[in-house]
């Protein structure tokens, strides 16, 4: 593990830690023991030294999400897909898909340490782009309005990551923050936020992505003293 990637490891430790110190404004916090919806995110793909030159892509991506939790255990996932256009190339569109799946330990009432893999691709007719990470992090969550809203953030960092195409190790970490909005006695919840990854394969060649999306869904059945966040 380079020490870059420990720094980072580090980082969602301290979070886990920081949320841990923070106060709850309430006894109780709703827990989705399953839950469903579907998502729309405006992202924003900068790639820069890609075959020798920088790109930029943005547009919106449309998916899936999901969510189970038993006890302490907590298991997610997500898949988006859109086409987004690519501003040096003239407004060309390009398509792109991502997925993510965690799973974590929910260590605290409002604290949650999580590992899990990472995939997005970009496509291109030269051929796709794809890069896969593994990563660890922790997810700290907070009351705001007793059993209707939350705030969430996480930080984490990838432990191992690849280029597929190139066959090359990248590392890299990012960082999740957000409100949800689940009332007491509804199935339905809403959830929105932003989350900024940045990859760096070799010196002078990252990938940044910045997603902002809504997320919108049911869960049953709720019951207190679980974990809400993101």
Do not use: K
């Amino acid at each position: 593990m380079t020490p870059g990637v420990r720094r980072r490891v580090g980082a969602a430790a301290a979070l886990a830690m920081l949320a841990c110190a923070l106060p709850a404004t309430g006894t109780a916090q709703t827990n989705e023991l399953l839950s469903i919806g579907v998502s729309a995110a405006s992202t924003d793909i900068r790639m820069v030294g890609f075959g020798g030159g920088d790109e930029t892509i943005r547009g919106m991506l449309y998916g899936v999400e999901g969510r189970a939790s038993l006890w302490r255990l907590h298991l997610s996932g997500e898949y988006r897909q859109g086409r987004l256009s690519q501003e040096n190339l003239g407004g060309v569109s390009t398509r792109v898909w991502s997925a993510r799946g965690r799973l974590g330990v929910r260590v605290l009432p409002w604290v949650v340490i999580a590992a899990g893999p990472s995939v997005s691709t970009v496509g291109s007719p030269a051929g796709n782009r794809q890069i896969v990470r593994w990563r660890v992090e922790g997810l700290g969550s907070l009351p705001l309005i007793q059993d209707v809203v939350s705030a969430f953030a996480s930080i984490g960092g990838s432990v191992a990551g690849t280029d597929v195409q190139q066959a090359m190790p990248m590392e890299g970490g990012g960082g999740e923050v957000g409100l949800l909005v689940a009332p007491e006695g509804r199935s339905i919840w809403a959830r929105i936020g932003y989350r900024l990854d940045r990859e760096f394969l070799l010196p002078g060649t990252s990938q940044t992505v910045e997603t902002g999306y809504l997320s919108i869904g049911l869960s049953a059945p709720r019951v207190p003293g679980g974990f809400g966040g993101g």
